[in-house]
């Protein structure tokens, strides 16, 4: 088991692997040989060479969705689709009006695509939110589906509930980010509980 989130050494950056646990993942030479030799792999060392450039002109100074641009410039993207949530029309609406203004093509799908019941995938009405039989379900894969349609360079991922997320990354065919996550209690920022766990959130968590 790898423990790195409770590892206070970060031999790792430091390039010092004596300054590190027992089971640093770094040690792992078997792994690592094989995550290097992958990254020569075209496509990959192209996301990774453009990922680190982003992130030092962008540390500290930009924010995330400055960098997503900067980042698909850099990539050479130019169709770009969007799956988001319909809680988060408004949003999704701005961040394609930006995205199209720095020369995008941007091809956004709405999550309830399809407007089938939650019936179809074995939801019962007292399941729903709304105690409705024919409320409409997410639909993470048709989301997918469309855009690999679309033969799109990329996706962004815009407020998709836990689980319908994993549905779309899986079934994507092109490179994916997520520029923002859903979290309707935190006002869609998760790490809130986090820095709350200690506190506000403690007997929720613990």
Same mark, same amino acid.
Do not use: W
């Given at each position: 088991?790898?423990? %790195?989130?409770?590892?206070?050494?970060?031999?790792?950056?430091?390039?010092?692997?004596?300054?590190?646990?027992?089971?640093?993942?770094?040690?792992?030479?078997?792994?690592?040989?094989?995550?290097?030799?992958?990254?020569?792999?075209?496509?990959?060392?192209?996301? @990774?060479?453009?990922?680190?450039?982003?992130? @030092?002109?962008?540390? %500290?100074?930009?924010?995330?969705?400055?960098?997503?641009?900067?980042?698909?410039?850099?990539?050479?993207? =130019? =169709?770009?689709?969007?799956?988001?949530?319909?809680?988060?029309?408004?949003?999704?609406?701005?961040?394609?009006?930006?995205?199209?203004?720095?020369?995008?093509?941007?091809?956004?799908?709405?999550?309830?695509?399809?407007?089938?019941?939650?019936?179809?995938?074995?939801?019962?009405?007292?399941?729903?939110?709304?105690?409705?039989?024919?409320?409409?379900?997410?639909?993470?894969?048709?989301?997918?589906?469309?855009?690999?349609?679309?033969?799109?360079?990329?996706?962004?991922?815009?407020?998709?509930?836990?689980?319908?997320?994993?549905? @779309?990354?899986?079934?994507?065919?092109?490179?994916?980010?997520?520029?923002?996550?859903?979290?309707?209690?935190?006002?869609?920022?998760?790490? @809130?509980?986090?820095?709350?766990?200690?506190?506000?959130?403690?007997?929720?968590?613990?």
């Amino acid at each position: 088991m790898f423990n %790195c989130s409770k590892c206070g050494f970060h031999g790792c950056s430091s390039r010092n692997l004596e300054k590190s646990l027992d089971e640093c993942p770094s040690k792992n030479e078997k792994v690592q040989s094989k995550a290097m030799e992958l990254y020569k792999n075209e496509e990959n060392l192209m996301i @990774a060479n453009n990922a680190a450039l982003v992130e @030092a002109e962008g540390y %500290c100074k930009q924010t995330r969705l400055e960098e997503t641009i900067n980042f698909m410039k850099k990539c050479g993207y =130019k =169709k770009i689709g969007m799956a988001f949530c319909v809680g988060l029309q408004k949003e999704a609406r701005d961040v394609q009006n930006i995205l199209e203004y720095h020369g995008f093509q941007v091809s956004s799908v709405l999550c309830k695509n399809g407007a089938y019941p939650k019936s179809d995938i074995g939801i019962s009405q007292d399941q729903t939110i709304r105690n409705c039989k024919d409320e409409v379900m997410c639909n993470p894969i048709g989301q997918a589906l469309l855009l690999n349609e679309e033969h799109t360079d990329f996706n962004i991922i815009l407020g998709l509930c836990v689980g319908h997320d994993t549905l @779309a990354i899986k079934y994507m065919d092109a490179p994916v980010t997520v520029f923002a996550v859903k979290d309707r209690v935190t006002g869609h920022n998760p790490l @809130a509980a986090v820095y709350l766990s200690q506190g506000y959130y403690h007997d929720k968590l613990y």
